[in-house]
T-cell receptor, first 112, second 115 residues
Framework: GENVEQHPSTLSVQEGDSAVIKCTYS??????FPWYKQELGKRPQLIID?????GEKKDQRIAVTLNKTAKHFSLHITETQPEDSAVYFC???????????FGKGTRLSVIA | DAGVIQSPRHEVTEMGQEVTLRCKPI?????LFWYRQTMMRGLELLIY????????DSGMPEDRFSAKMPNASFSTLKIQPSEPRDSAVYFC?????????????FGAGTRLSVL
């Protein structure tokens, strides 16, 4: 089955700097890669996603890149703000009929 | 749409007691997932249903855990008897599987404390 590895497990950045979180997956059949943000005490919420027919996707300060050959994808947050502090989870799915496989999460701290 | 609704939000119980967690998925969604989240193990998939049928329960830790989905709008996760190591946040999520984007929407979770 699919296995998703996520790094780093914790990340601290200064406000205004960029943050990058990386994930690798094992199943070459995976074609959908969402990212979830979980604030303290809250539920995980989808912030951006990418499908395997696209190499990069941006939404304001966040972007996701995908390298199918290497089987890795990354989340990029630019101009970080304190409210970006949260746990971020990557996930992968081989098809629309199978559940997402989540990475272990990255705790991002943005220091003002 | 109110989203995925879970109850109770918090549950405190004593070891050995039965615990029942409830979930109402988003109307029209055909897949439902139960997760457990702890600091040590992260988000663990316990079981998921497609069209009310359990598909994979390999994540259920022990026979003490059971889950049902009697209809498309309701699911329960039961722990009997409960143990302190079951203390965690339990999330329910739903999605419309079979589509290009397998977006899962999470409920607010149930924080379970077993004393």
């Amino acid at each position: 089955g699919e296995n998703v590895e996520q790094h780093p497990s914790t990340l601290s950045v200064q406000e205004g700097d960029s943050a990058v979180i990386k994930c690798t997956y094992s199943d070459s059949a995976s074609n959908y890669f969402p990212w979830y943000k979980q604030e303290l005490g809250k539920r995980p919420q989808l912030i951006i996603d990418i499908r395997s027919n696209v190499g990069e996707k941006k939404d304001q300060r966040i972007a996701v890149t995908l390298n199918k050959t290497a089987k890795h994808f990354s989340l990029h947050i630019t101009e970080t703000q304190p409210e970006d502090s949260a746990v971020y989870f990557c996930a992968a799915s081989p098809s629309g009929n199978t559940p997402l496989v989540f990475g272990k999460g990255t705790r991002l701290s943005v220091i003002a | 749409d109110a989203g995925v609704i879970q109850s109770p939000r918090h549950e405190v119980t004593e070891m050995g007691q039965e615990v029942t967690l409830r979930c109402k998925p988003i109307s029209g969604h055909n897949s439902l997932f139960w997760y457990r989240q702890t600091m040590m193990r992260g988000l663990e998939l316990l079981i998921y249903f497609n069209n009310n049928v359990p598909i994979d329960d390999s994540g259920m830790p022990e026979d003490r855990f059971s889950a049902k989905m009697p209809n498309a709008s309701f699911s329960t996760l039961k722990i009997q008897p409960s143990e302190p190591r079951d203390s965690a946040v339990y999330f329910c999520a739903s999605s419309l599987s079979g589509t290009a984007k397998n977006i899962q929407y999470f409920g607010a979770g149930t924080r379970l404390s077993v004393l």
